[in-house]
């Protein structure tokens, strides 16, 4: 177990749709990231955020949108839903950085959606 | 620009023997890290092992080692005595900004790992 929640763990949804899905990092990470994985292809990073504020950003599009909140907790919209939006999505979050920290990613198991 | 290559779409090897995963990279900052990640068929990212830009040893972790040649820009992932547990796909990922809390970390696209009995 990572310590990185994300819910929902699959989701079905149609085109046209909007969609949230929910991460929770680990305790006292304040790095939170987003990963889109199509099937069978690598991880494109789409957006990075630490404390509440952005801060890198990937080729996210611009129907997607994230943000993070005070708790830390982030979220990724996704609007306008296309079937090539059909991918699983990771969330990772990192410790807070600095000499010594890896800044290793600790990964949620993924939300699995499937646009129709 | 920060990139991270992998050339080896796929590769079977028999059990117990060593096998070494490519991966080259391109950054122009100083500071930066190289990781890998195992993902097994059921979706998990593991962690495997880390190299920072400024260690002078490669590094080591179990069955896992780092192949770090700096100056070529490579990152290979040697895996000794292969097991059947290790078929799965293996990312290189690389962070740049290695004490910055603003940094993005790129995956490679991937090398399948399958592991004959």
């Known amino acids: 177990d990572s310590g990185v929640t994300q819910t929902p763990k699959h989701l079905i949804t149609a085109t046209g749709q909007r969609v949230t899905l929910r991460c929770s990092p680990r305790?006292?990470?304040?790095?939170v990231y987003w990963y889109q994985q199509s099937l069978d292809q690598g991880l494109q990073f789409l957006i990075q955020y630490y404390n509440g504020e952005e801060r890198a950003k990937g080729n996210i599009l611009e129907r997607f949108s994230a943000q993070q909140f005070p708790d830390l907790h982030s979220e990724l919209n996704l609007s306008s839903l296309e079937l090539g939006d059909s991918a699983l999505y990771f969330c990772?979050?990192?410790?807070?950085?600095?000499?010594?920290?890896?800044?290793?990613?600790?990964f949620g198991e993924g939300s699995r959606l499937t646009v129709l | 620009a920060q990139k991270i290559t992998q050339t080896q779409p796929g590769m079977f090897v028999q059990e117990k023997e060593a096998v070494t995963l490519d991966c080259t990279y391109d950054t122009s900052d100083p500071s930066y890290g190289l990781f890998w990640y195992k993902q097994p068929s059921s979706g998990e990212m593991i962690f495997l092992i880390y190299q920072g830009s400024y260690d002078q040893q490669n590094a080591t972790e179990g069955r896992y080692s780092l192949n770090f040649q700096k100056a070529r820009k490579s990152a290979n992932l040697v895996i000794s005595a292969s097991q059947l547990g290790d078929s799965a796909m293996y990312f290189c990922?690389?962070?740049?900004?290695?004490?910055?809390?603003?940094?993005?970390?790129?995956f490679g696209s991937g090398t399948r790992l399958s592991i004959r009995p």
């Open positions: 305790s006292g990470d304040l790095s």
């Open positions: 990922a690389m962070r740049e900004g290695v004490y910055s809390s603003a940094s993005k970390i790129i």
């Open positions: 990772a979050s990192s410790a807070p950085g600095g000499r010594g920290d890896t800044g290793e990613l600790f």
